[in-house]
């Protein structure tokens, strides 16, 4: 339900952002490193550290906004 969104948002941020999606039963220990206990789970990393992260389906809408607002608070945060 949340895929199509996310592919979707990923597709217009070409360089900003990459959408990897993986499935947690065949990749325990990603989930175990993530701490992952609900799907989805959303994880967005910055040069491999944890900047955002987000719990359950959402609107695409809702989920837009939230890319958008986390992907600019990483841009003013760095040097």
């Known amino acids: 339900m949340v895929s199509p969104a996310l592919?979707?948002?990923?597709?217009e941020q070409p360089g900003k952002l990459k959408l990897?999606?993986?499935?947690?039963?065949?990749a325990p220990n990603l989930s175990q490193r993530f701490g992952i206990r609900g799907i989805?789970?959303?994880v967005l990393l910055?040069?491999?550290k944890e900047i955002a992260?987000?719990?359950g389906a959402?609107?695409?809408a809702v989920?837009?906004?939230w890319v958008e607002t986390e992907l600019s608070r990483t841009a003013t945060r760095r040097p």
């Open 7 to 11: 592919e979707k948002i990923a597709n």
């Open 20 to 26: 990897v999606k993986v499935n947690t039963d065949s």
């Open 40 to 42: 989805p789970t959303l």
């Open 46 to 48: 910055d040069h491999g």
């Open 53 to 55: 992260r987000s719990v």
């Open 58 to 60: 959402q609107p695409a």
């Open 63 to 65: 989920l837009r906004n």
